[in-house]
Nanobody, 119 residues
Framework: QVQLVESGGGLVQAGGSLRLSCAASGRTFGNYDMGWFRQAPGKEREFVAAITWSGLNTRYADSVKDRFTISRDNAKNTGYLQMNSLKPEDTALYYC????????????WGQGTQVTVSS
């Protein structure tokens, strides 16, 4: 089992920045790939960004590319999502999740942290 707790969400004006954190406990965080997802009211959950267990490879949704940066510190069992140039359409509940290396689906999810961007 891996427990994930997100933090760092809040209310920010358009153009502002936030950094989300995902603190992991339980099994070794460094053994898992990590992703960030978000869900806006009335919409389906969508992929935001992912990073491999080593931190060497990342990928992003087109909608956040060049604005968001995913990273991790395995020594601290923590992942991050730096969000810059925020837009009102980034408003959502943000979740982190982890999966075994090579797996196609995410095994463990956090409870989410709310991000609200005002115009």
């Amino acid at each position: 089992q891996v427990q994930l707790v997100e933090s760092g969400g809040g209310l920010v004006q358009a153009g502002g920045s936030l950094r989300l954190s995902c603190a992991a406990s339980g099994r070794t965080f460094g053994n898992y790939d990590m992703g960030w997802f978000r869900q806006a009211p009335g919409k389906e959950r969508e992929f935001v960004a992912a990073i491999t267990w080593s931190g060497l490879n990342t990928r992003y949704a087109d909608s956040v590319k060049d604005r968001f940066t995913i990273s991790r510190d395995n020594a601290k069992n923590t992942g991050y999502l730096q969000m810059n140039s925020l837009k009102p359409e980034d408003t959502a509940l943000y979740y982190c999740a982890v999966k075994q290396w090579g797996a196609t689906s995410y095994d463990y999810w956090g409870q989410g942290t709310q991000v609200t961007v005002s115009s």
